[in-house]
Nanobody, 122 residues
Framework: QVQLVESGGGLVQAGGSLRLSCAASGRTFSTYAMGWFRQAPGSDRDFVAT???????YYAGSVKGRFTISRDNAKNTVYLQMNALKPEDTAVYYC????????????????WGQGTQVTVSS
């Protein structure tokens, strides 16, 4: 069983930066595709970024060029560096893990964190 714990959310002004972290339990972290999703109030949970076990990286168009996903397999941690934040980035951000990158990117990951709130003020 993989447990995921996010941290790093908070309140930031538009144009600012935040870095989210997601620490995973278990000894097979390197075999999992890891990803970030977000859910704004009244909206569905949306894909943000994924980093597969073989180092393929994909971003949603709305964050490409501003957000960077990375992973440190030695620390069992995945990060999301968020720059040039906009008020529309305000959401609860969730970390996800799945052996299948296809399942992960489709929002059907087996493992989810509890979420961390990111609020961007204008």
């Amino acid at each position: 069983q993989v447990q995921l714990v996010e941290s790093g959310g908070g309140l930031v002004q538009a144009g600012g930066s935040l870095r989210l972290s997601c620490a995973a339990s278990g000894r097979t972290f390197s075999t999992y595709a890891m990803g970030w999703f977000r859910q704004a109030p009244g909206s569905d949970r949306d894909f943000v970024a994924t980093h597969t076990s073989d180092d393929r990286i994909y971003y949603a168009g709305s964050v490409k060029g501003r957000f960077t996903i990375s992973r440190d397999n030695a620390k069992n941690t995945v990060y999301l560096q968020m720059n040039a934040l906009k008020p529309e980035d305000t959401a609860v951000y969730y970390c996800a893990a799945d052996i299948s990158p296809v399942h992960l990117s489709a929002g059907r990951a087996d493992h989810w964190g509890q979420g961390t709130q990111v609020t961007v003020s204008s």
